[in-house]
Structures are given as C-alpha cells and as structure tokens.
C-alpha cells in the first residue's frame, strides 16, 4: 500500500530525496573541523618544524601521531596564510 502512496498515475514512483545526504555531510564536516582543532603542544611543534623544513607538510606529520600532512597544511594555510593578510 506504501507503493500507491509514492506512485502517479503513470505508474512511475515519486520520491521524496532523503534527508541522510545531508546530514551526512553535516557530519563530515564536524569531524573534519573537529580534525582542524590541534593542541596547544601540537601549534608549537607545527610552527617550530615549518621554521626549520618549510612546506614539507609529510615530514611535519611525521612528528605528531595522528595527524596527515594533509590535516597539517589545512591547519596552516586556514591560520596562516599569507594571502589572507593582504
């Protein structure tokens, strides 16, 4: 009986998009603002080893667990970039 209720007259089915899409990516982006989040010991070595090797992002994810070379220059360009102070 569901069926009758989500069909039109052409026997083709309607339905409705499901709210899932978008609360999954709700929830993708808490977890990936929640990955942006680093510690206080975490900005000190980040800023220290960029002094010392630059942009090798994989090199300074080399020295904190846990975090990806990409998570690391997301963090620096989202606080650092020099773009944004123009």
Not at 6 to 18: F, H, K, L, Q
Not at 44 to 64: D, H, K, Q, T, Y
Not at 78 to 84: G, H, I, L
């Amino acid at each position: 009986m569901a069926d009758s209720q989500n069909s039109s007259s052409n026997g083709v089915r309607n339905e409705t998009p499901s709210n899932d899409t978008f609360a999954d990516s709700r929830s993708e982006e808490t977890s990936e603002a929640s990955k942006l989040e680093f510690s206080e010991d975490e900005e000190m070595l980040i800023i220290r080893m960029f002094n010392l090797v630059g942009e090798r992002w994989s090199l300074i994810a080399g020295r904190i667990p846990g975090r990806t070379a990409e998570e690391i220059e997301k963090y620096w360009t989202s606080r650092y970039s020099t773009s944004e102070m123009k």
